[in-house]
C-alpha cells in the first residue's frame, strides 16, 4: 500500500513559480513510475509530466515543456513539481499519481495504482 501526501499549491501570477510535493509512504516507492495529473473545471484529468523509477527517464507534455520540471528523491520518498513560468491555462488541481505496472524504463503513469488527494494551483492574469 502507497499513501501519497500533495502540497505546496497556491495562488500565484501569471509568471510566477510555484513548487509541488507529493510524499509517498511505503517501502517500495523505489518501483514506482510517479506522475502529476491536472484537472481543471469542467476538463478531463490529463496527464502532464512522468517520471521513471530511477529518475533517468522524463516526460512531459507539450503544453508545459521547458517550464516544468519533475524530480524525485528516493530518500525522502518524494517527488516535485516545480512550475516557471505560470499561466493561467495551468490552473486546476494537481494530482500526483504512482503507478508499478508501467516498469522500470518508462516515464509514463498509464494506469496509476495510487493518487494523492489533489492540490490547488490558481494562476491569476
Known amino acids: 500500500q502507497v499513501q501519497l501526501v500533495e502540497s505546496g499549491g497556491g495562488l500565484v501570477q501569471a509568471g510566477g513559480s510555484l513548487r509541488l510535493s507529493c510524499a509517498a509512504s511505503?517501502?517500495?516507492?523505489?518501483?514506482?513510475?510517479m506522475g502529476w495529473f491536472r484537472q481543471a473545471p469542467g476538463k478531463e484529468r490529463e496527464f502532464v509530466v512522468g517520471?521513471?523509477?530511477?529518475?533517468?527517464?522524463?516526460y512531459y507534455v507539450d503544453s508545459v515543456k521547458g517550464r516544468f520540471t519533475i524530480s524525485r528523491d528516493s530518500v525522502k520518498n518524494t517527488v516535485y513539481l516545480q512550475m516557471n513560468s505560470l499561466k493561467p491555462e495551468d490552473t486546476a488541481v494537481y494530482y500526483c499519481?504512482?503507478?508499478?505496472?508501467?516498469?522500470?524504463?518508462?516515464?509514463?503513469?498509464?494506469?496509476?495504482?495510487?493518487w494523492g488527494q489533489g492540490t490547488q494551483v490558481t494562476v491569476s492574469s
Open positions: 517520471i521513471s523509477w530511477n529518475g533517468g527517464r522524463t
Open positions: 511505503g517501502r517500495t516507492f523505489s518501483s514506482y513510475v
Open positions: 499519481a504512482a503507478d508499478r505496472r508501467a516498469g522500470p524504463f518508462s516515464a509514463v503513469v498509464s494506469e496509476p495504482e495510487y
